[in-house]
């Protein structure tokens, strides 16, 4: 591992701990959403059909979301352009801003992930370490992804107008509201280029369908391959010029 990618996450986990109303909407943002969209569905058995590909897009929304905009306050802040300054290597700032902010997307995808369970009471089949193992790996390729996206915006809105053009076609075409075969063929192809569309396969195959890791090995080795390639493209994408 890169000798400073450590230090760095470090400093990013203090500065954001250090925000106390940063963390309290880092905690409360998933369980008023979770809670309206619980509240919506009249029917429990449609909500357990819905859930894992709810905990598969929400995990990806929130961990790009806190990724993207913590990483372009940290170049606003010129805290990124003195990085690049140092002797630091891209990959190690691409690694430490990684583990930096996958702390914080962890907690939120455990917060969306137990409170959807015991809240309201959704079942599922599979073992629990391998579902929250799955969604550690959603979470990373979407922090890198995060990472990677707001390396070309110049601003925090920037940084949000990203959602609609890389989080909603996923929402649209991963499978969540409708399955990608009921899609006419040329959307079909564009589903298959989406990592959304694995991460809700394999999710409600574990839940719903009580699959292994082994058995989802398809999704879960897509997903690992998006991790690795937002990686590489998130070290490459910095400048040192950057901020």
Known sequence: MPKYALPIAGRIILQIGRDRRTLALIIAAPVVVMTLI???FPDQSQLNYIAPALLAAIAFFFSFLITGV????ERSQGSL???MASPVSRLDIVLGYLFGLFVFALLQTLIIFFFTIYAFGVTYRGDLWQIL???LVIIVGSVNLGIFTSTFARNEFQVIQFIPVIILPQVF???ILWPVEQMPRYLQYLSDVLPLTYAVK????IMLNGKGLVD???DFSVLVGFTILTTILASLSLRRNAG
């Open 216 to 218: 989802v090995g398809m």
């Open 38 to 40: 619980g509240l919506s």
């Open 70 to 73: 913590s990483f372009m306050r």
């Open 81 to 83: 352009e003195r990085l």
């Open 133 to 135: 193992i799955f969604q």
């Open 202 to 205: 394999g999710l409600r195959d």
């Open 173 to 175: 075409l991963g499978g």
